[in-house]
């Protein structure tokens, strides 16, 4: 299968401080990436469709000035969670489509954020 | 209204037992169903896709039922191993064209010795 990573895998920061996260295709390449988040015994929220060169399109209720997502190349998404609070403190995890369409996700190990 | 539902659990079954996971979805535009397995603090990791005509991969069987808009996962012989949550997918077309994946919130599975 696809292989897909994140990084980091995990992150502790200050209120007020703002995380990038990497969520990189190593064998193969991904026009369209999705951003999750799980609170703990919650589902998997899709944030976010990350588009390569254009604008990601975010989901009804998350905010885009907040979540800033960044899809330069074919193989790397960013995710910036600008200015953490606590309450953002969560399971961040990708995805991305092996050949795009309606296929299986391939899912990076995820990015454990805890805002103190 | 939740686009995916499913029973989030636990189910608590002894080694051997046959269980069965029920999902249902609202969105009839969706295309694809799969079933992944996630383990505790870990990504999800594909199962098995699932299709009209069902899918079998050894102890682990997956049908769709288009006209009712469900898929089944029925796991024979449980192994302790097999404890963990079990997450339905459903992916859909939106309006622009763009497929999008959405997760119900898992089905917790213990088994027990």
């Known amino acids: 299968g696809a292989v897909v990573s994140q990084h980091p895998s995990w992150v502790i920061c200050k209120s007020g401080t703002s995380v990038k996260i990497e969520c990189r295709s190593l064998d193969f390449q991904a026009t369209t990436m999705f951003w999750y988040r799980q609170f703990p015994k919650q589902s998997l929220m899709l944030m976010a469709t990350s588009n390569e060169g254009s604008k990601a399109t975010y989901e009804q209720g998350v905010e885009k000035d907040k979540f800033l997502i960044n899809h330069a190349s074919l193989t790397l998404s960013t995710l910036t969670v600008t200015s953490a609070h606590p309450e953002d403190s969560s399971f961040y995890i990708c995805?991305?489509?092996?050949?795009?369409?309606?296929?299986?996700?391939?899912f990076g190990p995820g990015t454990r954020l805890t805002v103190l | 209204r939740k686009e995916v539902e499913q029973d989030p659990g636990p189910f608590n079954v002894p080694e051997g037992a046959t269980v069965a996971f029920n999902c249902t979805y609202s969105?009839?535009?969706?295309?694809?169903f799969f079933w992944y397995r996630q383990d505790c603090r870990k990504e999800p990791k594909l199962l098995m896709s699932?299709?009209?005509s069902g899918n079998e991969d050894g102890r682990f069987t997956a049908q769709l039922n288009r006209a009712s808009q469900y898929i089944s996962l029925l796991i024979r012989d449980s192994k302790l191993s097999d404890s963990a949550t079990y997450l339905c997918?459903?992916?859909?077309?939106?309006?622009?064209?763009?497929?999008?994946?959405?997760f119900g919130r898992g089905t917790s599975l213990i088994v027990h010795p």
């Open positions: 995805s991305a489509p092996l050949a795009g369409g309606p296929d299986e996700q391939f």
């Open positions: 997918a459903v992916i859909f077309v939106a309006s622009g064209g763009s497929y999008i994946p959405t």
């Open positions: 699932v299709y009209s």
């Open positions: 969105n009839s535009a969706s295309q694809s």
